[in-house]
Nanobody, 111 residues
């Protein structure tokens, strides 16, 4: 059974950084893409970043140059390094693959 468990969220001030982690299990991790989505209160879930099995990456325009997605196939983990955080980055962040989402981790950016 596919399981995705996010961690690393928290509260930071604008300009701060956080590193989210997604631990995956139940499937051949290295063979599949992983995406990070986020959902802010009252808004639809949106794609933030994606990484393919070969390591190719893609980002939403709103986070390009600030966020970096990476993967460690030996540990079955995907990371989202978030720098220069802005209040509009406040949301629940979800890891996604193969039709499954994790439970999410809250990121709050506020002064």
């Amino acid at each position: 059974q596919v399981q995705l468990v996010e961690s690393g969220g928290g509260a930071v001030q604008p300009g701060g950084s956080l590193r989210l982690s997604c631990a995956a299990s139940g499937f051949s991790f290295s063979s599949y893409f992983i995406r990070w989505y986020r959902q802010a209160p009252g808004k639809e879930r949106e794609l933030v970043a994606a990484i393919g099995s070969a390591g190719t990456t893609d980002y939403a325009d709103s986070v390009k140059g600030r966020f970096t997605i990476s993967r460690d196939n030996a540990k079955n983990r995907v990371y989202l390094q978030m720098n220069d955080l802005k209040p509009e980055d406040t949301a629940v962040y979800y890891c996604y693959s193969l039709g499954y989402y994790g439970q999410g981790t809250q990121v709050t950016v506020s002064s």
